[in-house]
């Protein structure tokens, strides 16, 4: 991944083993996950090219991994590495789907709607990278080789998580530790960086009895046993979700505090941490969510940098047996509340009780959000991504988000690209629901790339930006773009006698990203490069003093100039080669130094 990526999970899709079956009621009773299909992929955003108008642009998957290795997941993180690793959390956000072994005689299993004796889950709801993994799995997604890996399993006191999966997972790089939320006991363990289970919180006991409210503990008997014939794949309430009052699901980190989403309200409470990442004992109640139209569960918190908490929910999930709707649709917010200044002691929040509110696609209430949010890098004025920006763009999953129900309005919408979209909606900060509606003023984006269907709600999960915008350095990243994101060509060299070689160079920038600027250098010792840094062109000059005859290599980063001067991360486009120092001189015979022109005359074999 480089800076401006963001890491999107979403449902993989379906297919039917062994072939097409005749078309009839009794299809989708075939029809499985599929496992070769990605339930996680790294979108580039970078270069939409055009202002925002509602359009559907082009962000193309770099990279992504099949849900045969990860199962179904929802939460994703990032740790700060310079590649960095990325974390991903099972889920039952996208239905719990059981099956039998084949019983007649077709290769396929049998999907049930009901628990029954001797069903299993189903190929692709958990990972199998590893033979371990199941609902309380998180993945380790190595950020340079791009291998799974079962970083962690959650489990309580022995109680490994018997289906519900789990929540969200934030990183805390200061600490240098995790938090998961596991929507099976209400809990939120902390992780190390080797995925090591350091301890967890309990809301239902710890925060509820710290703020004068009934204990609401963790039911041992509230277990998930998919071979009842209780367990329904259609009604959550057969899930043995957590009790809503203990049940937790979104989370972020700030000032020193972890902030989380509890699901009766719902409500956000915060708790410090203490500098081993461990949990302090300042519980704090922080804000109600207004429950209309509907009290959807927040999954997903994220701050902006000026201190503003954005929540995102997710309908209440509703199985999808036929794999149309995992959630309730048409009525799941993205909130923005904004701290009281000055703070009103005779209201019980810091926060202002009324929160602002983003218009989420243009469909019915524009309230069409999956339940992630995350805060991505702003945009040049030639719409190239601002990597200096630190923030100002946010990005948003949903559903059906170019799909209004209005003709007349589907019109306006379709030269701009694909109506049914399950993916991302970007927009502009401070462009809250007053000032965006409908949302033409904001960028979409497909999960996956291909024809939606009218009648698909509740596809999308989390979505998480890799931002570095805290003034702490770290070195250039290379374009993975695919392909060579710059072409250097040696055109000509000579000798300049005792100050060195002179080489022109031709450079092409072919990475789209609008760079700006060319370094120069060497890591041969014995050898200087001249200017180290100059403005980009089509061809450049360089001067190389060093040994003649020796063997020396040239390295050419080509970057913009203000993603450098921001100080954080900035990607940087990379070629070198290696040359011997020449002999021919850059003289004419007649004691002139030679043009351009007669140089690479000399050099393609001329006479100056």
């Known amino acids: 991944m480089y800076p401006g990526q963001l890491v999107v999970t979403g449902f993989p899709g379906t297919y039917i083993p062994g072939g097409a079956v005749p078309p009839g009621p009794e299809t989708i009773d075939e029809t499985l996950i599929d496992p070769g299909q990605p339930a996680v992929r790294v979108l580039d955003v970078s270069s939409p090219q055009q202002s925002p108008t509602g359009q559907q642009i082009d962000a193309p998957t770099q990279f992504s991994v099949p849900v045969s290795q990860t199962g179904l997941v929802f939460g994703t993180a990032l740790d700060d590495l310079r590649y960095p690793n990325i974390y991903v959390t099972a889920t039952s956000a996208f239905g719990l789907h059981i099956v039998l072994p084949d019983g007649d005689g077709d290769g396929r299993p049998e999907r049930l709607m009901n628990g029954a004796p001797g069903v299993a889950f189903m190929d692709g709801q958990f990972g199998a990278a590893d033979p371990a993994g199941g609902p309380g799995s998180v993945w380790k997604i190595d950020g340079r080789t791009g291998e799974v890996t079962l970083f962690a399993n959650i489990a309580l006191d022995g109680f490994a998580n018997s289906g519900p999966g789990l929540g969200n997972i934030v990183f805390d790089s200061r600490r240098g530790m995790f938090y998961v939320s596991d929507r099976d006991t209400g809990m939120i363990h902390r992780l190390d960086r080797n995925g090591t289970d350091l301890g967890h919180f309990d809301h239902g006991v710890t925060a509820r009895t710290a703020a004068g409210l009934p204990a609401q503990p963790f039911d041992v008997a509230n ?313 980009l062109a089509s061809e450049i000059g360089v001067q190389v003093a060093g040994p003649p005859g020796d063997t020396f290599q040239m390295d050419v980063c080509v970057y913009r100039a203000a993603d450098a001067a921001a100080g954080g991360t900035f990607p940087c486009c990379k070629a070198s080669f290696v040359d011997v120092y020449p002999l021919e001189l850059c003289i004419a015979p007649d004691g002139h130094i030679m043009t351009d022109e007669e140089m690479e005359a000399m050099w393609l074999g001329g006479a100056p």
């Open 223 to 535: 277990r998930l046993d998919i071979q009842s014939s209780v367990f329904n794949v259609s009604d959550s309430a057969t899930w043995a979700l957590a009790d809503p009052l203990r049940r937790v699901w979104g989370m972020a980190i700030r000032g020193g505090r972890l902030y989380y989403a509890v699901a009766a309200g719902p409500q956000v409470w915060s708790v410090g941490l203490n500098g081993d990442g461990s949990f302090a004992g300042d519980v704090r109640w922080e804000v109600d969510v207004p429950p209309a139209p509907q009290p959807y569960e927040v999954s997903d918190i994220v701050f902006d940098p000026q201190g503003r908490m954005i929540l995102a929910q997710r309908g209440t999930a509703t199985g999808g047996y036929d794999y149309r709707t995992f959630a309730a649709e048409g009525q799941a917010r993205v909130l923005r509340f904004v701290l009281e200044d000055p703070d009103d002691p005779a209201t019980p929040s810091r926060w202002v009780a009324e929160p602002d509110e983003y218009a989420i696609g243009f469909r019915g209430d524009l309230r069409n959000a999956n339940g992630g949010v995350t805060i991505n890098y702003d945009y040049t004025s030639d719409f190239y991504i601002n990597s200096g920006s630190c923030g100002g763009f946010l990005w948003s999953t949903g559903e059906q988000l170019r799909n209004p129900e209005e003709p007349v309005m589907q019109d306006v919408l379709r030269p701009g690209g694909m109506l049914e979209l399950n993916g991302l909606q970007g927009n502009h900060l401070p462009l809250v629901r007053s000032q965006n509606v409908p949302p033409f003023t904001a960028y979409f984006a497909d999960f996956d790339s291909l024809p939606g269907e009218a009648d698909q709600f509740g596809h999308m999960g989390d979505v998480e930006a890799f931002r570095v915008c805290e003034g702490a350095y770290r070195p250039p990243v290379d374009y993975p773009r695919g392909g060579p994101c710059l072409t250097l060509e040696r055109r000509w060299s000579c000798n300049l006698g005792p100050d060195g070689r002179y080489y022109k160079l031709y450079v092409r920038d072919r990475s789209g990203f609008g760079l700006d600027t060319v370094q120069t250098t060497t890591p041969t010792p014995g050898f200087s490069v001249v200017p180290r840094r100059q403005p």
